[in-house]
């Protein structure tokens, strides 16, 4: 079955720490970009990080620059999200890019296959 599945979400003060886990068959990722989405209510879903199918390129979006960072193995795409700020609450989503793509973006048009989803809340 075509799915992604994200994990690791959670209630956080601010400045603390998650771990999210974007798990899939080997299979599924091999040869694909992933990139890691997040959506607050009443927001529009935006990037957050990507890598591609090697691991060599990364982007970021300004907002987590420094303190969130993408890494991938053979089975799952990992986030590691520090300094936590409450504007980092939302949904946190991983999803697939393009087959063997050159680069890879934080646009989610370019994105075809989705996970459900990990709510994160960052509060005091």
């Known amino acids: 079955q075509l799915r992604l599945e994200e994990s690791g979400g959670g209630l956080v003060q601010p400045g603390g720490s998650l771990r999210l886990t974007c798990a899939a068959n080997?299979?599924?990722?091999?040869?694909?970009?992933i990139g890691w989405f997040r959506q607050a209510p009443g927001k529009a879903r935006e990037g957050v990080a990507c890598?591609?199918?090697?691991?060599?390129s990364i982007k970021y979006a300004d907002s987590v620059k420094g303190r969130f960072t993408i890494s991938r193995d053979t089975n799952a795409i990992y986030l590691q999200m520090n300094s936590l700020k409450p504007e980092d609450t939302g949904v946190y989503y991983c999803?697939?890019?393009?087959?063997?793509?050159?680069?890879?973006?934080?646009?989610?048009?370019?994105?075809?296959?989705w996970g459900q989803g990990t709510q994160v809340t960052v509060s005091s």
């Open positions: 999803a697939r890019g393009p087959y063997m793509a050159h680069d890879v973006s934080l646009y989610p048009a370019e994105y075809d296959v």
């Open positions: 890598i591609d199918r090697r691991g060599d």
């Open positions: 080997r299979f599924l990722l091999d040869g694909y970009g």
